[in-house]
């Protein structure tokens, strides 16, 4: 596995990335949540990169990329994704999201399917009822004010208990270290985003992933399920795992990304 830094076109900056697996194997890109890094997909690079070229970015102003506007929302992420595949010079890819890594996996999905191979989104949200949606916009608006509280989202993100300790520990780290004002811009634009293209996922034709934790309360599985009938897709939920089930149970996560990646995929249309 290595650590590279590309530049973008304007205006995005540098992007930081982890690559491994064989240079000419089918594409995989990994989008990250708000708050980590790429380094949170160490178990699906190591999994997945025997056969797949493997790409995990961070985000704007997260781990080794430069930041994104101040305020801007999740269509400007779905650009900034575009650019990042662009500098890459990577065409047509296997996508992965999780958490705000999802949003922007669907909404790429949706802007641009002529260069999704596929899209798995793992841990998302999808049209939050009006408790859920107040609860994330008080949590962006404190974070946005600088009163950004660690141990909040853990407590949301695992169980209590010696299972879930050393990947807790890890993701304590990752949310320790990031960059306040990316972190704000990124959460704002999680908190906003649900809806932004949900009306459109029905128009998500190519092989779609849905997964989720049973105990995760705020990418729920009725949400996970949702998104699956929206694109007519398919959606796994693993008992027992909440946020970051990818670190938590990667076994089953892998298993479920292995066979996502075996589905065949439509014919594409000549350029």
């Known amino acids: 596995m290595t650590s590279t830094i590309r530049q973008l076109s304007e205006p995005f900056g540098r992007l930081g990335l982890r690559f491994a697996g064989p240079p000419d194997g089918e594409p995989l890109v990994l989008l990250h949540g708000v708050g980590m890094q790429s380094e949170a997909w ?41 650019a990042a595949l662009d500098a890459l010079n990577l065409d047509c890819v296997n996508l992965a999201g999780h958490s705000m890594g999802a949003l922007i996996a669907g909404g790429f999905a ?62 304590a780290a990752w949310l320790a270290a990031v960059d306040i004002d990316g972190y704000a811009t990124a959460y704002d634009a999680f908190a906003r985003g649900d809806m932004v293209y949900a009306d459109r996922y029905p128009q998500i034709s190519c092989p779609l992933l849905a997964l989720t934790g049973a105990e995760d309360p705020n990418s729920t599985p009725d949400m996970t399920r949702a998104i699956a009938a929206a694109a007519k897709g398919q959606a796994v939920v693993v ?10 149970d990667p076994k089953t996560v892998n298993a479920a990304l292995v066979q996502w990646l075996k589905t065949p995929t439509p014919e594409r249309s000549p350029a």
């Open 239 to 248: 008992e027992g795992h909440r946020h970051m089930v990818n670190l938590t």
């Open 42 to 82: 160490v178990p699906q690079i190591d999994a997945l990169s025997d056969l797949h070229a493997v790409y995990a970015l961070d985000l704007p102003g997260h781990g080794q990329s430069g930041p994104i506007a101040a305020g801007a929302q999740l269509p400007a992420f779905v650009e900034w994704l575009r």
């Open 110 to 171: 949706v802007e641009h399917p002529d260069r999704v191979r596929r899209v798995a989104l793992l841990n998302g949200v999808f049209r939050r009822d009006d408790q859920a949606r107040d609860s994330v916009l008080a949590r962006a608006g404190l974070i946005s004010a600088g009163r950004f509280d660690l141990e909040t989202p853990l407590q949301r993100w695992f169980a209590i208990g010696p299972a879930d300790r050393a990947a807790r520990d890890r993701v």
